[in-house]
């Protein structure tokens, strides 16, 4: 049995979940990285499995404590993106989105709470964003997603601080990742009134222009933004503190300045200041 501290860090095939693993190895961590592809690198060892099936997440994570005796931190960095107009998004492409990115969530955490509770003792790092607490317009349902995550991770937190389990919601700002060339782009619908199909360029989209033209600022923010690595040493700092935050968040300073003017700022301020940097 391995007495080293073990972290499980999900959507570890790349991205932010790649830097984390890469990370947390060098500083001595004993990582396990899952994905549906089941990547692995030097340092950390690789586990396929699918955050968006019950019995894969119970497999993967019983693999783990079999192997290891115990996990000492988990880490949810699985997801994906979607843009397009809320009444252009088929309802299977919105539930498919919150299936990974909430749902995948939930399962991953139940899965190891139990032999957490049985240590007393635990860390759980979710990835949130900052689009969980600003909504961005056209990436509707990843909003959904990550306000959900910072709600639930909240509460979380109050049911397991008496197991000596502390819960913490990572909200990264604009990333250079795989993520933007893969996000999943819907446009409008064939005919005005019919769900959005997401294939190809549509007639009667009300959405189209508006909709480039955000996608587009995000897309360039992601493209110029910093280093993944820059989240994983925020991570592997929230892991090895004694007194982890709550919420921390991480990006350029006019991102993070964002989730200040929405509380300190008047509504209507806060929404012209936000329209204007978002394209809308």
């Given amino acids: 049995m391995s007495m080293d501290k073990v972290v499980l860090v999900t959507g570890a095939s790349a991205g932010i979940g790649q830097a984390t693993a890469t990370k947390l190895a060098g500083a001595g961590w004993a990582v396990v990285g899952a994905s549906r592809r089941g990547t692995a690198a030097d340092g950390w060892a690789g586990l396929v499995m699918d955050v968006d099936d019950d019995g894969s997440v119970t497999a993967g994570v019983r693999s783990v404590i079999d192997r290891y005796g115990h996990i ?3 880490v949810t960095c699985a997801g994906w993106g979607l843009a397009g107009a809320v009444e252009n998004t088929p309802i299977a492409e ?5 299936e990974t990115l909430f749902w995948g969530t939930v399962r991953t955490v139940q899965a190891v709470l139990p032999a957490m509770r049985a240590d007393k003792s635990g860390r759980i790092v979710l990835l949130s964003s900052i689009g969980g607490v600003i909504g961005l317009p056209f990436q509707a349902f990843y909003s959904a997603s990550k306000f959900a995550i910072e709600g639930w991770g909240e509460a979380l937190a109050y049911e397991v601080v008496p197991f000596g389990i502390k819960v ?3 909200q990264p700002g604009n990333f250079r990742t ?4 893969n996000r999943r782009t819907l446009t409008g619908p064939t005919k005005p009134g019919t769900p959005g199909t997401g294939t190809g360029q549509h007639e009667g989209d009300a959405y189209g222009a508006a909709a480039s033209k955000a996608v587009s600022i995000m897309e360039r923010d992601e493209q110029n933004g910093a280093s993944p690595e820059s989240v994983a040493k925020v991570v592997r700092k929230v892991l090895e503190s004694s007194r982890p935050p709550r919420r921390v968040s991480v990006g350029k300073t006019s991102e993070r300045a964002g989730l200040v003017a929405k509380r300190a700022l008047p509504f209507g301020v806060f929404q012209a200041v936000a329209r204007g940097s978002l394209g809308v």
């Fill in 178 to 181: 795989g993520f933007t060339e």
């Fill in 168 to 170: 913490t919601l990572v």
């Fill in 72 to 74: 000492d931190a988990l």
């Fill in 94 to 98: 919105a539930k498919a989105q919150l």
